[in-house]
């Protein structure tokens, strides 16, 4: 579903950047029998700053709507491939906007479509020219103040293998004493500290070629730091980050989107903690209780004495 | 995914081994059509018709497929793929259950 389009369209956006092309708004519009047409790349609108980047993430983020509308109609997998041509390029997007936020650092306004670049553009390793990386860059040196700089690491939380995004989290945590940005670093900074924990135990049992492998596109020093940390101590302290946002109500109630819900950071630290816990190697398996598809009583303990295979799916 | 499911399915007959699902479609409609189309002939539990079910956000599963192994003495073994080393962790566990069985 989602989940695997944005996949889908963060690959295709890193290995495919759209091809150029001629602006052609006043050409009539063709019949849809006719090649598709990549769409034309953005062109910086006039106004204020603040009017040029409210413009550029409305222009992107409806064009985007609209192609996601016509890929989720597309009947087949070959007309879904054959669609991916279509797709706006939001790494020019995010381009053109990192470029008016650096020419006006103070306007608020750049703060805003300085977020919206660092969530909708691609995230290559290592490279600083990217507009993903700049965007990041210009927040810290900027905007690092400003009360909702939270959703930077929200935004970066699973980015375990990028040494910044930790450091980030740290520096929002020092520097912030407001309650919803404690916990959105918080947060960002326990999911980041867990998983380079895990992360060097997998790469401590790997043979040297597949290290260098890793290396070679992580960066030496990126993966240096994750075998070197401490493990034990690392994954203490992401339990304790957690446990601190159940615990305080402040913390507890600041929201994250998730698609076109909205939840708490309190419920999903409690299930980050939970499956960290309880589901883990060697641990005696929650029960589930419920009803299958057919309405009829169904509970995971009725298979005790097999091995069971248990698939969380869907038809996506 | 269906496939490969298929075949360990078709590989453990008579075996103590079973998939259970836990499904996050929309409506049951779907699941019933696929079932019958891909011929899944495990049970899945219902999860309320989302991907923020009852059971997926308890388990804090947020990418799909997401599975899990037990054993037969109902520990978790780990969360797998469908890697030959995965396929061969499944062998060995479905073993030790029937070892497990006949004594």
Redesign the interface.
């Known amino acids: 579903?989602q989940?695997w389009f944005w996949a889908g369209c963060a690959i295709l956006i890193f290995f495919e950047p759209a091809v150029a092309d001629e602006p052609s708004e006043k050409e009539p519009v063709k019949k849809e029998a006719q090649a598709p047409k990549p769409p034309p790349k953005p062109i910086l609108p006039a106004g204020k700053p603040g009017e040029q980047v409210k413009a550029l993430i409305k222009e992107c983020d409806e064009a985007v709507a609209a192609f996601r509308k016509k890929f989720e109609a597309a009947k087949s997998d070959e007309e879904q491939e054959k669609l991916f041509e279509l797709m706006p390029d939001r790494e020019a997007y995010a381009a053109l906007i990192v470029d008016v936020a650096d020419r006006n650092p103070k306007d608020p306004a750049a703060f805003d479509g300085l977020i919206w670049a660092v969530r909708n553009s691609s995230r290559p390793p290592k490279r600083t020219d990217t507009p993903f990386a700049r965007a990041k860059a210009a927040l810290i040196r900027d905007h690092l103040d400003n009360p909702g700089i939270g959703r930077l690491c929200m935004t970066l939380r699973h980015e375990f293998c990028d040494p910044g995004a930790k450091e980030i989290a740290e520096m929002i945590l020092a520097k912030h004493s407001d309650k919803c940005v404690q916990s959105q670093a918080s947060f960002s900074l326990a999911l980041l500290l867990h998983a380079r924990a895990m992360e060097a135990e997998y790469l401590n049992k790997l043979e040297s070629k597949q290290l260098e492998s890793l290396e070679k596109t992580y960066g030496k020093e990126a993966i240096a730091g994750i075998r070197m940390g401490d493990k034990a101590a690392q994954k203490r302290r992401a339990e304790e980050l957690l446990e601190k946002i159940t615990e305080d109500k402040g913390y507890a109630a600041a929201t994250v989107e998730r698609g076109d819900?909205k939840l708490t950071l309190g419920?999903l630290a409690q299930?980050?903690l939970?499956?960290w816990r309880e589901?883990?190697?060697?641990?005696?398996?929650?029960e589930?209780a419920?009803?299958?598809?057919?309405?009829k009583s169904?509970k995971?303990?009725d298979?005790?004495?097999?091995?069971?295979?248990?698939?969380?799916?869907?038809?996506? | 995914?269906y496939p490969h499911?298929r075949s360990?399915v078709e590989k453990?007959h008579g075996k103590?081994?079973?998939?259970?699902?836990?499904?996050?479609?929309p409506n049951?409609e779907?699941?019933?059509t696929?079932?019958v189309k891909e011929k899944l002939t495990w049970?899945?539990?219902?999860?309320g018709g989302s991907?923020?079910g009852?059971?997926?956000?308890?388990?804090?599963?947020?990418?799909?497929?997401?599975?899990?192994?037990?054993?037969?003495?109902?520990?978790?073994?780990?969360r797998?793929g469908m890697s030959k080393e995965d396929d061969n962790l499944?062998e060995e566990?479905?073993q030790e259950?029937e070892k497990?069985?006949k004594k």
């Open positions: 579903m989940i819900k419920d299930r980050q939970f499956e589901l883990q190697p060697g641990k005696p398996v929650p589930i419920g009803e299958d598809i057919d309405g169904l995971l303990s298979y005790k004495g097999q091995v069971v295979l248990l698939d969380f799916w869907g038809h996506w | 995914m499911e360990l453990f103590p081994f079973v998939i259970l699902g836990i499904n996050s479609d049951r779907i699941v019933k696929v079932s049970r899945s539990f219902w999860d991907t923020d009852p059971i997926a956000s308890q388990w804090n599963v947020t990418g799909w497929p997401t599975v899990y192994l037990i054993d037969h003495k109902g520990l978790i073994v780990r797998i499944i566990k479905v259950a497990a069985g």
